[in-house]
């Protein structure tokens, strides 16, 4: 059952999420609510948890217990193991960007972005293929089209795993990290692409470690550590200068970081 | 001319059944060998240990002990077997534990980025196997599975102890019979070196893909 479209419903919703590996706890009890439009950054040290939460949001990796609601639909039943089969329906609405990129290595550019769609939308190829050459031209690689993921750079093949991602009319993007495994020099066009998106109204959650981008893009940032939110806030409110707690100390230390490595 | 004549027949006729003997046993333990791969990596978790230890005993024993074991049990047990056929279940048996190792280690070494972009994009699992996986392990087995296949080739030779006649049972038997041994060992040596030169053709080829 389809729940009626509601304006002020947010399109992604966290309840309560706990993830334990073995007798590790990651995930300690998240709750976050993504409205519809917005761009929420989540940044924190890492082994805080947020790479964990994002892949807990299309159960990547299955929360030990908790809810996670896409528009309103449950996707799983809280605590019980689910299966991929009934996964599928809910994955498809949701758009994921990894680190390492993950294109299909076998496939084209091109053919990474029309077969998902015709396989897990059951378009057409002329259709899917009309909608994957607008979205490379889009991300400024209709000339790249039919080049083999090995012979694109690292930001090329983001891009073309971004339009992947996108040509399933997802509900929201899960952003991975996607900047991380890049040269310093590429990293910019794909933050372009991605402030694009944003700026047109897609929802967005991203885990990142550009802390410039979190504040430019985001309409809220998380701030995670030990397994839980700490603060969330606007950016101009978790970036004001002068916090004492510690996120003040995170964000001091990873300018510290950033200097050195731009050094 | 007339030793020619006389030593072809036999040896052309050794040569197809070594080759028909490979060909058919390579099918099924390459059919056999993939499904018990995939049954071990994504199957469920009880397979795993009836596999593991079928694979440990077709690795194990001797080609020659799997081959009498195939033909004099049958004929004890009052089932009789033509040579050709046991010959057929003894190399499957053996053939299939090597494929399976082959092609499970071929599927793990496909990365796990490519499953999870798989899973986030909500394809299939059987369509991610054939479209992306598969694809990707063939040039990844493509060495070991092609150096499996010639070793495969060269043991057809010990089906003569089960009275197949293979390409080194009519050179023994003519070099009595006809004489001339030089020349019919180096008729033997250009069979293995072409059937396994394709192979090896083959395997050039696999990798590139």
Same mark, same amino acid.
């Given at each position: 059952m389809q729940p009626a479209r509601n304006e002020?419903?947010?399109m992604v919703s966290l309840t309560d999420i706990h993830k334990s590996f073995g007798l590790k706890e990651i995930l300690k009890g998240v709750s976050l609510d993504v409205p519809r439009g917005h761009a929420v950054s989540i940044i924190g040290p890492?082994?805080?948890g947020k790479t964990t939460l994002l892949r807990c949001v299309n159960y990547l990796e299955q929360p030990t217990s908790g809810e996670v609601r896409l528009d309103g639909e449950?996707?799983?039943?809280?605590g019980s193991p689910v299966g991929e089969r009934a996964l599928r329906p809910a994955r498809r609405k949701m758009g994921m960007v990894f680190q390492q990129f993950n294109?299909?290595?076998? *496939?084209?550019a091109l053919e990474n972005v029309i077969y998902p769609q015709m396989v897990s939308?059951?378009?057409k190829r002329p259709e899917a293929r009309d909608k994957a050459l607008a979205l490379l031209e889009q991300v400024g690689l209709a000339d790249r089209?039919?080049? *083999?993921?090995?012979?694109?750079?690292g930001g090329q093949q983001q891009r073309v795993a971004i339009s992947r991602a996108l040509a399933m009319d997802p509900k929201v993007m899960l952003f991975d990290?996607?900047?991380?495994?890049?040269?310093p020099e590429l990293v910019g066009e794909v933050l372009k692409v991605m402030r694009t998106l944003a700026e047109n109204g897609m929802t967005m959650i991203i885990v990142t470690h550009e802390m410039a981008f979190a504040r430019d893009v985001s309409d809220t940032v998380v701030f995670m550590e030990q397994g839980v939110i700490q603060v969330a806030g606007p950016p101009a409110e978790i970036f004001a200068?002068?916090?004492?707690d510690r996120l003040g100390a995170f964000l001091s230390r990873s300018a510290r970081q950033g200097m050195e490595t731009h050094a | 001319m007339s030793w020619y004549l006389t030593v072809l027949p036999l040896l052309l006729q050794g040569a197809l059944n070594a080759i028909i003997l490979m060909l058919v046993s390579l099918l099924f333990s390459t059919l056999i060998g993939a499904g018990l791969a995939f049954v071990d990596l994504w199957?469920?978790?009880?397979?795993?240990a009836p596999i593991r230890i079928f694979s440990w005993i077709g690795r194990s024993l001797p080609p020659l002990l799997i081959l009498f074991a195939v033909f004099y049990l049958t004929t004890a047990a009052g089932w009789r077997l033509s040579p050709m056929t046991a010959a057929i279940i003894a190399f499957t048996f053996f053939g299939t534990a090597y494929k399976y190792e082959i092609i499970r280690s071929g599927l793990i070494s496909v990365p796990k980025g490519q499953f999870e972009a798989g899973a986030a994009l909500g394809i299939p699992f059987s369509s991610l196997l054939f479209r992306v996986v598969i694809r990707q392990a063939i040039p990844l087995m493509a060495p070991s599975y092609i150096s499996h296949t010639t070793v495969l080739l060269k043991e057809t030779s010990l089906a003569s102890a089960i009275a197949v006649l293979d390409v080194m049972g009519a050179v023994n038997g003519l070099i009595y019979s006809a004489g001339n041994t030089m020349a019919l060992m180096l008729m033997a040596a250009v069979f293995y070196l072409v059937v396994n030169g394709i192979m090896i053709v083959i395997e050039t080829r696999l990798r590139r893909t």
């Open positions: 002020s419903r947010p890492s082994g805080s449950l996707l799983a039943p809280s294109l299909f290595k076998n *496939m084209t939308l059951g378009r089209a039919s080049h *083999m993921p090995s012979e694109l750079s990290e996607v900047t991380s495994a890049l040269d200068p002068g916090r004492a | 199957g469920p978790r009880w397979c795993r």
